[in-house]
């Protein structure tokens, strides 16, 4: 640590050298940060998920719908503790590129689904006594800038109501949000019995159900149990684990991780070839002085330290920069992008993987310099000064 | 009856350049007594520069002995060699090399990094020797703001900070006009008439080796004496 | 002209001595392809993505939706309705047969052959009209579907990137099976990412009695749209939207290829920026290496302009010898690859390939040539200013 003086002055020895040295490692890490939020986006729904939540779709196509009598059938099944339903509204704000997801269930069994989800108690309470009452997460609200009491008008795009007109409009009976930083709380609820009552075609169904298995239970063995309930009916069924349901719509965008690892890796690819070059840059300059320190009493094995701490100096300055920064521009723009990408999120294991990378690129920038620091000959260095 | 302080014995040092062998040292002997002010004095290319190397623990002999104290620095391994030149010999180049990037008080300070003292100890000790060479009122400056002869002071202050009993100079004047480099040969001899150093200085300038006590030619890797006046 | 000479020549010594500072020079030049080669990876993948959906709309077919239908997914039409929008003026009639197809599709379960996973597939029923709607579809191998059997043809595309849909094979959805009798070409564009079957036996299978989605009709000429337009509006009997198939089909693709701009273009200026370092890094460097020569440069009468300039000629050629460099690499690695992903509208898989076009190519090369032109600038503004006599002591 006493060296830390000597590494320091070292490291600003040509001033303009190294502040644009740290500025390349610091745009590396933010661009790191960045994509490691977009892939987290994408993929980091599978991390919400319940183990012990079951998701249960028709089995030709999600898009197919499920009779509501199928309810107290699940209900009855063997492991089963509790179990709701959902279905897609697919209908905007004003106008056509205001979506954001709204789906009809019942109040009291979605909440008791969901215990992440916060909700005043006495707005869940008036939501169940309002017929036409909707709730809508934090982050819609804030979006919006709705408040409770508002009247709040969406129009159909695919369910026509039964007097032929597309305009749906609910009042908001309270605001859930949520603890969580990495869930997202972009969209509305309405009540079901309203829905399927008001609704032109397709009374007595709902899109998909949602479980909880029974504390012990498999859940496994449930899903396999639900399936073969409902097999060779009019309506088969496909049940997963809420992780899996979650895992097939990400994988159907295509291999996101892939191309971020891709892009990232011609990122720290020229960040090496930048952080090695002023590395190696550095040492050519001062051979003698460093042949000086030998004689000093230097060992060879503390002049390749001294090195390769100037090479982990300016690493992790610029990296730390880089992943602070990202870090506050993710969480700023996270409310922003709600709607547009849900879960614009920095996880923890990303925070980890960047330090860990700010180690490696601060040791292969410097270790073939140290290297050569640490072999050099004090007499013929000398010799040539 | 003075101590010696130093020993070469029967010492060869033969350099191989591809297949050609250059023997700059040849079958050595030399004994220098404690407090002894010696120049060395010969044509480029005669070894002196590798006799201070010796001496000095930074090369090792292809045979014979290099005694410096109680150490055996041609049985010494690199590691056991660096340790030992941080408190036991200074070096003094023609060319200072200071860092640049170092104040002259840093610059000083530099070799106690290698000791267990704490910043204010290494600081005391940095400013004594500035004292000693006359420069406490540069101890801030940094090298590219001295003169030549302010540098080489500051580099004999680094050379002597940590106490070593001997000094090494190659060349000390030799990039120095007459004035500094009188300067400089007079701190040299207080050093070692006062503070007791022994010194040993290659130079190719008549005037500068009669600062020493004596002055010893090298020529093709042998010594000869010619008692100073 | 003499400035010019000048210039040109102190660029040129510039250059012959660029071999010394190969190490400084590479990373500036490695650091704008690396640029400009994600650049053109991330666009083009909005660029083929587009190219497939717009390709798909014909200016001569019109499609009817039910009014306030984002896509056809949302899109209900009765059998009464596909009646009256075939008989509207407008639409191109064979004989006394008007062209048109009424069609409905469903999302069926296909796995993707890069993941082995399943992916949403869209299953489209059309009439017999199907092939002279939609421009330049035909069959490629095998034959037609016959109507009233379990028969289905599969486009190319879909084909190449779901398993299972060689001609000859059977799939099973549900609990029904179908044989895949034959493979469409329609030009690569968003057509060629789905199977199609007889929509009457489509109905059939997924109980939907009599009901489509749409309605493509082949339009007498493009102009006569604003006829049928304006008579399907005055209709009371029915409540459509009549739209350009072209138009339709760019509103589908709008979503996704606003994403992939919306994350890829501040993200491409990221990098741009990271370039720019790694060539001022390069540039300073460079100044500083050849201090004595430029003072002498200087001494011999060379202006500081002649400097500034030969310095940021150095600076520009390098990166654009970068943009260059990653501009063909991004053409000979992601041109024509293909790959698929769901699009949110039609909530199915649409199989593209990557496009890097010209107008890509152009756009990296401005940027290199912008990053090259400012990472040149203030070290030129350096070189230019240097005191000769200090630089020529610099020995």
């Known amino acids: 640590m006493k060296y830390f003086y000597l590494v320091w002055k070292n490291a600003w020895r040509k001033k303009i050298r190294t502040t644009l040295t740290i500025l390349s490692v610091f745009i590396a890490f933010l661009l790191f940060s960045l994509l490691s939020a977009i892939n987290y986006a994408f993929t980091g729904g599978v991390d919400l998920a319940d183990a012990e939540r079951l998701v249960v779709i028709e089995k030709i196509s999600l898009i197919n719908p499920l009779p509501i009598s199928y309810m107290d059938r699940i209900a009855a099944i063997e492991g089963v503790q509790e179990v709701m339903h959902l279905s897609w509204f697919g209908g905007y704000y004003q106008e056509p590129r205001n979506q954001f997801p709204q789906f009809p269930t019942d109040p009291y069994p979605y909440f008791a689904m969901y215990p992440e989800l916060d909700i005043p108690a006495e707005q869940l309470e008036a939501w169940s006594k309002n017929r036409t009452g909707a709730v809508v997460g934090k982050d819609l609200a804030d979006q919006y800038g709705w408040k409770l009491g508002d009247r709040l008008p969406i129009i159909a795009t695919i369910w026509t109501k039964a007097d032929g007109s597309t305009n749906w409009e609910f009042d908001i009976e309270g605001i859930f949000s949520t603890s969580d930083p990495r869930g997202s709380t972009a969209y509305m609820l309405f009540r079901y019995d309203y829905f399927d009552e008001a609704r032109a075609f397709g009374q007595g169904t709902v899109g998909w159900y949602t479980l909880r298995v029974r504390n012990g239970a498999d859940p496994i063995q449930v899903a396999k149990a639900i399936d073969l309930q409902f097999a060779n009916s009019a309506a088969e069924t496909k049940t997963s684990t809420e992780a899996a349901f979650a895992q097939s719509f990400t994988k159907q965008f295509g291999n996101i991780a892939l191309i971020v690892t891709l892009v990232l890796g011609a990122v720290f690819f020229t960040l090496l070839l930048v952080s090695g070059n002023t590395m190696s840059q550095s040492v050519r300059e001062r051979i003698p002085e460093l042949a000086v320190l030998k004689t000093l009493g230097f060992t060879d094995r503390s002049v390749l330290g001294i090195v390769l701490s100037e090479s982990m100096l300016i690493t992790f300055i610029g990296g730390a920069l880089g992943l602070g920064i990202g870090w506050l521009i993710i969480k700023g723009l996270a409310s922003q992008l709600a709607a547009f990408l849900p879960g614009f999120y920095l996880p923890a294991s990303a925070l980890i993987t960047g330090v860990v990378l700010m180690i490696i690129a601060g040791v292969l920038a410097g270790i073939f310099p140290a290297a050569k620091a640490m072999r050099l000959s004090i007499v013929d260095a000398l010799s040539r000064a | 009856m003075t101590e010696t302080l130093a020993r070469l014995e029967n010492v060869s040092r033969t350099y191989t350049r591809g297949k050609d062998k250059v023997e700059v040292l040849h079958n050595l002997n030399l004994s220098i007594p404690k407090s002894d002010f010696i120049a060395i004095m010969g044509p480029s290319g005669s070894g002196k520069t590798t006799l201070l190397n010796l001496l000095g623990g930074l090369d090792k002999p292809t045979s014979g002995s290099v005694t410096v104290g109680d150490a055996q620095l041609s049985s010494m391994s690199n590691s056991q060699l660096s340790r030992w030149r941080s408190t036991n010999v200074g070096f003094i180049f023609q060319f200072y090399n200071l860092l640049p990037v170092l104040s002259a008080q840093k610059n000083v300070e530099l070799p106690l990094l290698l000791t267990r003292f704490g910043s204010a100890e290494r600081a005391r000790r940095a400013s004594i020797a500035l004292d000693i060479v006359g420069l406490s009122d540069r101890a801030k400056h940094y090298p590219r703001e001295l003169s030549g002869g302010q540098e080489q002071r500051v580099a004999i202050a680094r050379a002597i900070v940590s106490d070593p009993s001997l000094l090494l100079c190659d060349e000390p004047t030799g990039d120095l006009d007459r004035e500094s480099a009188d300067d400089i040969l007079k701190l040299l001899q207080t050093l070692n008439r006062e503070h007791n150093k022994t010194i040993i200085m290659v130079t190719h300038d008549a005037q500068a080796a009669e600062y020493a006590n004596r002055t010893l030619h090298c020529d093709k890797g042998t010594l000869e004496t010619r008692v100073a006046a | ?395």
């Open chain 3, 1 to 395: 002209m003499r400035v010019i000479r000048q210039i040109l020549a102190v660029t040129w010594l510039n250059l012959r001595n660029l071999p010394q500072r190969m190490a400084s020079s590479a990373v500036a030049v490695v650091g704008v392809a690396a640029v400009v080669l994600v650049f053109s990876a991330v666009l083009s993948m909005a660029k083929g993505f587009e190219r497939t959906m717009v390709s798909a709309g014909s200016e001569d077919t019109a499609i009817v939706l039910r009014r306030g239908a984002t896509s056809e997914l949302n899109s209900g039409l009765s059998n009464e309705q596909m009646l009256i929008v075939s008989n509207a003026p407008g639409v191109m009639k064979d004989g006394d047969a008007p062209i048109i197809s009424a069609e409905l599709y469903v999302v069926v379960d296909v796995k993707k052959k890069s993941s082995n996973t399943d992916a949403n597939v869209p299953f489209r029923g059309v009439q017999a009209s199907a092939f002279d709607v939609r421009k330049g579809v035909k069959i490629s191998e095998g034959r037609m579907f016959e109507p009233g059997k379990n028969e289905i043809i599969v486009g190319l595309s879909a084909q190449r990137e779901f398993v299972g849909l060689d001609v000859d094979s059977t799939i099973k959805f549900g609990q029904t099976e179908w044989t895949v009798v034959g493979s469409f070409d329609a030009d690569g564009s968003v057509s060629e990412s789905e199977l199609w079957t007889d929509i009457v036996v489509l109905q059939g299978a997924y109980r939907r009695g009599n009901s489509y989605q749409s309605v493509r009709v082949r339009l007498e000429s493009p102009a006569s749209l604003k006829v049928l337009q304006d008579t399907l509006d005055l209709d009371p009997r029915i409540d459509v939207e009549v739209q350009n198939e072209r138009d339709y089909y760019a509103g589908q693709a709008e979503g996704l290829t606003r994403f992939i701009r919306i994350v890829g273009y501040p993200l491409t200026v990221l990098m741009a920026v990271g370039a720019l370092f790694g060539a001022l890094n390069s540039m300073y460097s460079s100044v500083s290496v050849r201090g004595k020569e430029i003072a002498t440069l200087r001494a011999l009468g060379f202006g500081p302009g002649t400097v500034l300039l030969s310095t940021m000629a150095e600076s520009t050629l390098l990166a654009l010898v970068g943009g260059l460099i990653g501009g063909v690499l991004a053409f000979l690695v992601f041109n024509g690859f293909q790959v698929s992903t769901l699009n949110g509208p039609s909530f199915s898989q649409v199989v593209f390939n990557f496009a890097v076009t010209g107008d890509l190519l152009i756009q990296g090369l401005q940027a290199a040539l912008v990053i090259g032109i400012v990472g040149g600038f203030f070290p030129a503004m350096r070189a230019a200013r240097l005191p000769v006599a200090a630089a020529l002591r610099e020995l």
